[in-house]
């Protein structure tokens, strides 16, 4: 599976950007995507999570409400959909695929893109 992520860019505080991951070369129905972010020094942080098939979605608790992940199967991308920006969602924000239901451990995850940039104005 190849991922490739784009979308991000610089946004002031309170504003919107919406990351886009487009995934080929798998079956995605038996994947489930994920979306993590790394912020400088720090180690790479579970967002978001979409299982492929059935739709079901699962959050961190620090962008529930103000996120949101989708998927469109006929185009095989994965949509991270963000609200309400704050500067601690300054990251470069990754793509993943797994086959472990539901999970948030990056380990887990299979393949990553090689991420998009995301800077968040105060």
């Known amino acids: 599976v190849q991922l490739q992520a784009s979308g991000g860019g610089l946004v002031q505080a309170g504003g919107s950007l919406t990351l886009s991951c487009a995934a080929s070369?798998?079956?995605?129905?038996?994947?489930?995507m994920g979306w993590f972010r790394q912020a400088p020094g720090k180690e790479r942080e579970f967002v978001a999570v979409?299982?492929?098939?059935?739709?079901?979605?699962y959050y961190s608790d620090s962008v529930k409400g103000r996120f949101t992940i989708s998927r469109d199967s006929a185009k095989n991308t994965v949509d991270l959909h963000m609200n309400s920006l704050k500067p601690e969602d300054t990251a470069r924000y990754y793509c993943?695929?797994?086959?472990?239901?539901?999970?948030?451990?990056?380990?887990?995850?299979?393949?990553w893109g090689r991420g998009t940039q995301v800077t968040v104005s105060s």
């Open positions: 993943g695929n797994t086959g472990v239901l539901v999970t948030t451990r990056s380990t887990n995850y299979d393949n």
């Open positions: 070369g798998g079956i995605f129905s038996s994947y489930h």
């Open positions: 979409i299982n492929w098939s059935s739709g079901r979605t």
